[in-house]
């Protein structure tokens, strides 16, 4: 089974987001090849809690390369997907308990 929440979001931009109170929205670092309804359950079940939306995100790998003794050598960064989560009225994600 595939793992579909990899990591929770520790960004200034996030962290406003969630604590707007008109609509608290929370960031996620997600499996690439999730869909939007997949990563709503998944943070249902984890947080126990009902998402209203999901925005997504996807983040190409950049080139990146290196000059050694023995010539060039290349490679690419990870490629990763971000959701933003929405929660219904009245419901919270305590993320910073965890840390």
């Known amino acids: 089974m595939v793992r579909i929440l990899i990591k929770p979001l520790y960004t200034e931009k996030v962290t406003k987001m969630s604590t707007d109170e008109k609509d608290p929205k929370y960031g996620f670092v997600v ?14 079940k984890k947080y126990n809690v009902e998402v209203e939306s999901v925005k997504t995100i996807k983040y190409k790998g950049k080139i990146k390369s290196q000059f050694r003794k023995s010539g060039r050598f290349s490679g690419s ?4 997907k971000k959701a933003y989560v929405t929660l219904k009225k009245d419901q919270t994600i305590n993320l910073y308990e965890q840390v």
């Open 31 to 44: 499996d690439y090849s999730a869909n939007k309804i997949e990563i709503a359950k998944a943070v249902e």
């Open 77 to 80: 960064t990870a490629r990763y």
